[in-house]
């Protein structure tokens, strides 16, 4: 049965122009792009994302690295779908750790730690279906994927603020 997995390729990565070589690599999965955007990431957003690491003695150098405080203010996130979508794509990445990673695997041939202990590893992936769901639900409005792959509801909204084109 197809699952969707989120894909972030992180700030140290697109810094490094190392965008056509991981999606080269993610190719390998024979997996779908259903949804990819490039993203700045607020703070709440990335503090949202790794809130289970809020206790962890480098979150606050983990969050400046996501929102881009060491490299570019950007990531490209990307929603992946397919038979076992998740286990593919976080085999393709490797360890998270760059230096326990396979030095095949895009962690191993591109990540390192910084002095600071920082794991600059190029790539995100959810490591589960319900971290997949949680994080793609984060990351991506309904509309910006092509496939539906949760459930959805239609609501009215009159009263928000958008920027428009001119």
Same mark, same amino acid.
């Given at each position: 049965?197809?699952?969707?997995?989120?894909?972030?390729?992180?700030?140290?990565?697109?810094?490094?122009?190392?965008?056509?070589?991981?999606?080269?690599?993610?190719?390998?999965?024979?997996?779908?792009?259903?949804?990819?955007?490039?993203?700045?990431?607020?703070?709440?957003?990335?503090?949202?994302?790794?809130?289970?690491?809020?206790?962890?003695?480098?979150?606050?150098?983990?969050?400046?690295?996501?929102?881009?405080?060491?490299?570019?203010?950007?990531?490209?996130?990307?929603?992946?779908?397919?038979?076992?979508?998740?286990?593919?794509?976080?085999?393709?990445?490797?360890?998270?750790?760059?230096?326990?990673?396979?030095?095949?695997?895009?962690?191993?041939?591109?990540?390192?730690?910084?002095?600071?202990?920082?794991? /600059?590893?190029?790539?995100?992936?959810?490591? *589960? #279906? =319900? %971290?997949?769901?949680?994080?793609? $639900?984060?990351?991506?409005?309904?509309? /910006?994927?092509?496939?539906?792959?949760?459930? *959805? #509801? =239609? %609501?009215?909204?009159?009263?928000? $603020?958008?920027?428009?084109?001119?």
């Amino acid at each position: 049965m197809p699952e969707p997995t989120l894909v972030l390729i992180k700030p140290d990565g697109l810094k490094k122009s190392l965008t056509g070589n991981v999606l080269a690599r993610l190719s390998e999965t024979k997996l779908d792009i259903i949804a990819a955007k490039i993203v700045r990431v607020p703070r709440e957003l990335a503090e949202e994302h790794y809130c289970h690491m809020k206790e962890k003695p480098f979150f606050d150098e983990l969050i400046r690295y996501i929102v881009g405080e060491f490299h570019k203010r950007k990531v490209m996130a990307m929603v992946y779908y397919g038979p076992g979508a998740i286990n593919k794509v976080k085999e393709i990445c490797g360890a998270t750790n760059p230096e326990e990673a396979d030095p095949v695997s895009i962690r191993g041939a591109y990540g390192r730690i910084t002095t600071k202990g920082v794991y /600059e590893n190029v790539i995100h992936a959810s490591a *589960t #279906k =319900e %971290e997949a769901e949680r994080e793609i $639900k984060l990351w991506f409005e309904p509309d /910006e994927i092509i496939e539906d792959i949760y459930k *959805t #509801k =239609e %609501e009215h909204v009159t009263s928000c $603020k958008k920027r428009i084109w001119e």
